[in-house]
């Protein structure tokens, strides 16, 4: 089987890193956290000779959601236009009551408000599969109530948007967010991955659990 590939757009003004895996060879793309721009995002990819196949969001901050609904929509009638399945949208469950809310998701501040539904609402250790690639979402609150991260263990690559970053963590000063839980999320479901996991967060650059576990000052193992 053909080895699953990871691309990054730098997107908007909080400079959130947008991905989309594929596997080589192959023209269908799972997208992550489509910041903003949903039409460019669209356009960027299918130039590429990208099809949208599916899209997963780790959070509902507004510099991860704002491109969204406009992704969907416009892959959405691509792939009905090619006869294919519908293009859906995946969540964490918990992140629900935030997407919906532009006070609690920020994009009310931001001075854009926006709400989202997703299409598939997910919980911890459930599996997915999206043109042949399979992740399993890991529940990560902290961040916000329903943070989770998608773990490809094929390619060993974790998607952990705003969690954990390079030597750093997410705030957890917006709604939802808990420092405490922000925490025992990484020490309990990242910190317990293969060490050679690469981590790709929602901004910045990647990393890998084995460098954080040794380098990040704010999750120092006992």
């Given at each position: 089987?053909?080895?699953?590939?990871?691309?990054?757009?730098?997107?908007?003004?909080?400079?959130?890193?947008?991905?989309?895996?594929?596997?080589?060879?192959?023209?269908?793309?799972?997208?992550?956290?489509?910041?903003?721009?949903?039409?460019?995002?669209?356009d960027?990819?299918?130039?590429?000779?990208?099809?949208?196949?599916?899209?997963?969001?780790?959070?509902?901050?507004?510099?991860?959601?704002?491109?969204?609904?406009?992704?969907?929509?416009?892959?959405?009638?691509?792939?009905?236009?090619?006869?294919?399945a519908?293009?859906?949208?995946?969540?964490?469950?918990?992140?629900?009551?935030?997407?919906?809310?532009?006070e609690?998701?920020?994009?009310e501040?931001?001075?854009?408000?926006?709400?989202l539904?997703?299409?598939?609402?997910?919980?911890?250790?459930?599996?997915?599969?999206?043109?042949?690639?399979?992740?399993?979402?890991?529940?990560?609150?902290?961040?916000?109530?329903?943070?989770?991260c998608?773990?490809?263990?094929?390619?060993?690559?974790?998607?952990?948007?705003?969690?954990?970053?390079?030597?750093?963590?997410?705030?957890?000063?917006?709604?939802?967010?808990?420092?405490?839980?922000?925490?025992?999320?990484?020490?309990?479901?990242?910190?317990?991955?293969?060490?050679?996991?690469?981590?790709?967060?929602?901004?910045?650059?990647?990393?890998?659990?084995?460098?954080?576990?040794?380098?990040?000052?704010?999750?120092?193992?006992?």
């Amino acid at each position: 089987m053909a080895e699953i590939k990871i691309g990054k757009m730098v997107l908007g003004a909080c400079q959130t890193n947008c991905y989309f895996l594929y596997r080589t060879g192959e023209h269908e793309a799972i997208v992550v956290d489509p910041a903003d721009q949903g039409a460019g995002i669209f356009d960027a990819l299918k130039r590429n000779g990208f099809l949208t196949a599916g899209i997963l969001l780790t959070h509902g901050h507004f510099d991860h959601i704002w491109g969204c609904a406009e992704l969907r929509e416009r892959a959405g009638e691509d792939a009905e236009e090619r006869g294919d399945a519908p293009v859906l949208v995946y969540a964490c469950r918990e992140e629900k009551p935030l997407l919906n809310d532009p006070e609690k998701n920020v994009s009310e501040m931001a001075g854009r408000p926006c709400t989202l539904d997703a299409d598939v609402y997910v919980s911890d250790g459930q599996e997915i599969t999206i043109a042949g690639m399979t992740c399993k979402v890991i529940a990560t609150p902290g961040h916000t109530a329903g943070g989770c991260c998608y773990y490809f263990e094929e390619p060993g690559f974790l998607l952990c948007g705003d969690t954990i970053f390079l030597e750093s963590v997410g705030r957890t000063d917006f709604p939802t967010g808990s420092m405490g839980t922000l925490i025992r999320s990484i020490q309990e479901k990242i910190f317990t991955l293969p060490e050679g996991t690469r981590l790709y967060p929602g901004h910045g650059e990647d990393t890998t659990v084995a460098h954080e576990k040794e380098h990040n000052p704010f999750c120092a193992q006992p």
